[in-house]
C-alpha cells in the first residue's frame, strides 16, 4: 500500500476561476494503511479576497483571522515538499480540491500535483459501496460508523482530511464490486444451475376435443383465405 496524503482545503468559495482563493490546507499521512502522526496544516492569507457570510458559516474562518497568515506563495512549497510523489486522495478531488489547488500552484508559478497521483475517494467509494443514501463525507463516515463530534461546529482542512483517512481506510478494506456485467452473468449462470431447469419432469398432455380442432382450422382457413 505504502505511503499515502488525505488532504482537504477551504476556501473563500467554490469559483476559483472568479477569483476564489484556498484559506486552509490540511493534511493526514498514511503509511500501509495506518493513519501516522504526521500531518500538515496551515491556515492561508486570501491576499485580500473577502470571505463571504455564507462561506464564513460553514468553516468559521475570517479575514481578521487571517490577516498575519502566510501567503500561498510561502505555504505551497511546504504541501509539495510533504505530499512527495505519494498519491494523494481528496474527497469529490476530481471536481473540486486539485483543480482548485492546481490553479493556485499556477498563479504562482509551481508545479501541478499531476493526474498520475490524484485519488477521489468519492469516485472509489461508488465502486465499493452499495447502500448508504449519498456519497458526502458524512454519510459515507456515519455508513461506517467513524465519529464526526470533531467537526460539529464547522468544517475544518485538518479535521476533514483526518475523517477522509479514516474513511479511506475502510474503502481499502471494502472489496470492489462486481460490475453490472458480472452481476448478471452470476445470476444467469444460478438460474441454469437451478435444479428444475432442464430436467426431464413428467407432464400432462391435454389434446384438443374434435370440436375444438374443427373450429381451430376454420378459423385459420378464414384468416389464411
Known sequence: MGRIICF?????????MRGDRCIEIGAVEMIDGTITDN?????INPDGKIIPPESYMVH????AFLEDKP????????????VGDSPIVAHNGLDFDFPFINHELRMIGLPEIPRAQQLDSIVIARNRVFGPKSYTLDALAKWYGISLTARADAHGALIDAEILAKVYKELENTAPAPDAKEIIEQQHAAFLAHPKIGANFPHREFPAHADELDAHNKFMEKITA
Open 71 to 82: 501567503k500561498m506563495a510561502v505555504v505551497a512549497p511546504r504541501f509539495l515538499e510533504f
Open 39 to 43: 500531518t500538515f496544516h496551515e491556515y
Open 8 to 16: 482537504d482545503i477551504e476556501t473563500t468559495g467554490f469559483e476559483y
Open 60 to 63: 468559521k474562518i475570517s479575514n
